[in-house]
């Protein structure tokens, strides 16, 4: 069959369409200019590589031929990979949203020639189905309205183009009752959640059941306990996650969401982006003290560094859900396949822990999840429960073994600047925390890959693919990044990632804040022109652009006493309080922002650098001092710890406000919550019994102690 212009694309979404018989364009100028030239409307069809149902509508109506005639003789055809354009994808999805109550991939839109929506959908099925009409029925009806009753369809574009601008920029009032104080605002939204709390199987409301990371690391960052109310219900989520079936036990990671209400049945495709925020938060619980997350976390975050990560050290964007035309098969097993592989004995024990029968729980095969805990089942089969973990450990690694030999789901190999900078912040994270250095590692050799690859000129582009370099980047792009090179900084002291990070929050203020409104959009100043300039406080599948640029700012304001950044957090933590009241499930990351913007930090500062001396000096045992503070820095829970220092002969680090008064006593450690410093200590069990002092003072702290402008440089006591 002959290729349509998307085979000159990169994109795996795209490609896949790339023989249909569909006149696809990509989305462009020769694309518009020709709707315009023919006075035709658009079919705009947005999706993404490991979308199932995408695929679904693909097989049914764009690979038919009397399907795709009715698209070529009516519509100028337009196929957009979202992952690449999240700017157009918000747009339309928000306008769908608006004339149809519901949204979702695959997304399919009708267009005026000036790219304007008038109707749209989702999926639709190719005969009438369950009350939806036909595809079929849906082109004519779409291109019917737009030749014969033209005025009724420009005045429903008009009114949707307004609703877009009313809903870009409506000004959502601060609550005054928590500006000097947003402590109820926390209060609030965790009692929210506990409404909605499902205590048996974890996790928020009914089937389907996402993780939601997002609203999880807002959950962890309420509390230092984890038996307190906010970390409770996120611990009792991750554990029964990891449990499930939207684990992978085989091969590790975690599958997109469940369809059912105990995380047994996934949708089987595997994101970046989920692994890297599920990580963060399994990272952050075990900090908390919370039993069982760090062995998962390693697991999760193996899979990403085995299965993700490009050669040049770069992580690629997803796996599919289907293989051998079905979905999930690479993942299931039937006992006889279990059998085969481990022999009788093992499999009749996998079975037991795993749930294996002949019965199957998904359409006659099995998906492996713990259906009682390990400890539980060695009790049960009189064995110790070292013995039994060792066995599953042996046992999952030959059916590893044995999996890998199946036809395996589409890997998605495009690169993107904001999902990697969501990975590099965990892997950067979790090094320190898991006592993992090949973690921190990897996330530095990868933050230097995406740098060298993306950054151009001072312009950070988004995707790269095959080395190909295109769409400048957007909001969550440039907060994504500059959030991981200040963990980076976090985890080595190394002031390059400092640097980065700060420069990085120097240009989003000047790409995407609006001094005049004070608030950001997701597309930059200077970007390509749409019906609206995008803006997005809400989470998605990924962390709004506004909440990463919030915590961005500050936390720069917090290292480099930056009152601008400092302004900005505040200023959007305050116009947005009232939606963060109302729905606080679906922001869950502005949350967590919020936080960070207002709540008191514990501020620790390490003179030195933790590695091998260089020629600057500083003896072996001072800098391996400091390297072990650092880890025990690492391991303090803490919802808003900012953590500084570095070699004090680096330039970049002695301007920082938390260095002034202390560049001459190298292997110290401070300690400082507010305006009360603890006198400096040099040794990991000091800075530990500091950091214990230190908690009961950050409990009692008021937010209203905060206050605005750079954190005030403080004399040790």
């Known amino acids: 069959m002959k290729s349509n212009r998307l085979a000159a694309e990169t994109s795996p979404y795209l490609l896949q ?147 877009l601008l009313a809903s870009s920029t409506a000004a959502r009032p601060a609550a005054g009752r928590y500006e000097e104080d947003a402590a109820p605002l926390f209060d609030g939204a965790v009692a929210a959640a506990q409404r909605t709390f499902d ?130 098969a690479f993942y299931v097993w039937t006992p006889d396949e279990v059998a085969d592989c481990l022999g009788h004995e093992e499999a009749e024990l996998v079975g037991r822990l795993y749930d294996v029968s002949a019965a199957g729980n998904f359409e006659g095969s099995n998906i492996l999840h713990l259906a009682h805990g390990l400890d539980a089942v060695a009790r049960r089969e009189g064995m110790a429960l070292v013995d039994l973990e060792r066995r599953m450990r042996e046992s999952l690694a030959a059916l590893k073994s044995r999996r890998a030999e199946r036809e395996a789901p589409l890997r998605d190999e495009k690169v993107l600047a904001g999902w990697n900078g969501l990975a590099i912040r965990a892997l950067a994270e979790a090094g320190p925390a898991l006592g993992r250095p090949d973690y921190t590692a990897a996330a530095a050799e990868a933050a230097d890959s995406l740098l060298a690859a993306l950054d151009r000129g001072g312009r950070l582009f988004r995707v790269w693919t095959a080395g190909r370099v295109h769409v400048e980047g957007f909001l969550e792009d440039y907060g994504a990044l500059g959030n991981a090179c200040l963990s980076l900084y976090e985890a080595t002291l190394r002031p390059q990632w400092l640097e980065e990070g700060l420069r990085i929050a120097d240009r989003t203020m000047e790409r995407f804040w609006d001094a005049g409104d004070a608030m950001f959009y997701d597309a930059a100043s200077d970007g390509e022109r749409l019906i609206v300039r995008p803006r997005d406080i809400m989470d998605n599948a990924v962390p709004s652009g506004n909440s990463l640029a919030t915590e961005l700012m500050a936390r720069s304001a917090r290292l480099a006493g930056n009152t601008e950044h400092q302004a900005a957090a505040e200023a959007v933590v305050l116009r947005e309080a009232g939606t963060m009241e109302r729905h606080p499930l679906g922001i869950g990351r502005l949350l967590a922002a919020a936080l960070v913007a207002r709540t008191m930090p514990l501020e620790i500062v390490l003179v030195g650098a933790p590695q091998p001396p260089g020629p600057a000096g500083g003896s072996v045992d001072e800098q391996g001092n400091v390297a072990a503070m650092l880890a025990v820095a690492h391991r303090h829970a803490h919802p808003n710890r900012v953590l500084a220092g570095g070699d004090p002969a680096s330039a970049a680090l002695a301007s920082l406000p938390a260095m002034q008064g202390r560049l001459d006593q190298p292997g110290r450690a401070f300690v400082c919550v507010g305006a009360a410093c603890q006198a400096p200590v040099s040794s990991p069990d000091a800075l530990a019994d500091a950091l214990g002092q230190a908690a009961p003072a950050v409990a009692q702290a008021s937010p209203s102690d905060l206050g605005l402008g750079p954190v005030e440089r403080r004399n040790a006591v």
């Open 17 to 163: 369409h790339a023989r249909n018989p569909v006149d696809w364009h990509p989305w462009g100028d020769e694309a518009l200019a020709l709707a315009k030239e023919r006075d035709r409307p658009i079919l705009l069809s947005v999706g993404y590589s490991a979308c199932h149902w995408c695929h679904v509508m693909e097989r049914e109506s764009f690979e038919d031929e009397a399907t795709a005639l009715l698209m070529n003789r009516s519509f100028v055809n337009i196929k957009l990979d979202r992952e690449e354009r999240p700017d157009l994808d918000s747009v339309y999805m928000t306008a769908v949203q608006a004339m149809t109550g519901q949204g979702g991939w695959p997304l399919t839109v009708f267009l005026t020639p000036d790219g304007v929506p008038y109707y749209g959908g989702t999926y639709f099925p190719p005969v009438p189905r369950h009350g939806m009409p036909a595809f079929r029925q849906v082109l004519s009806a779409a291109a019917e309205a737009y030749a014969s009753r033209r005025g009724e369809v420009v005045r429903a574009s008009g009114r949707i183009t307004e609703a």
């Open 199 to 328: 205590p048996v199987h974890g996790g928020f409301g009914g089937a389907p059941k996402f993780p939601q990371p997002m609203f999880l690391e807002f959950l962890l960052r309420s509390g230092a306990d984890p038996e307190a109310r906010g970390p409770a219900m996120a611990v009792r989520t991750l554990a029964r996650m990891a449990a499930g079936g939207i684990r992978d036990h085989v091969g590790g990671g975690f599958h997109r969401y469940s369809v059912d209400a105990r995380w047994l049945v996934p949708h089987f495709e595997k994101m970046l982006y989920d692994n890297a925020l599920i990580a963060s938060a399994l990272v952050r619980a075990h900090v908390l003290g919370a039993p069982g997350m760090a062995a998962v976390a390693e697991e999760t975050l193996d899979y990403v560094l085995e299965d993700l990560r490009s050669p040049e050290g770069l992580f690629y964007s997803a796996r599919d859900a289907d293989s051998e035309g079905r979905e999930g």
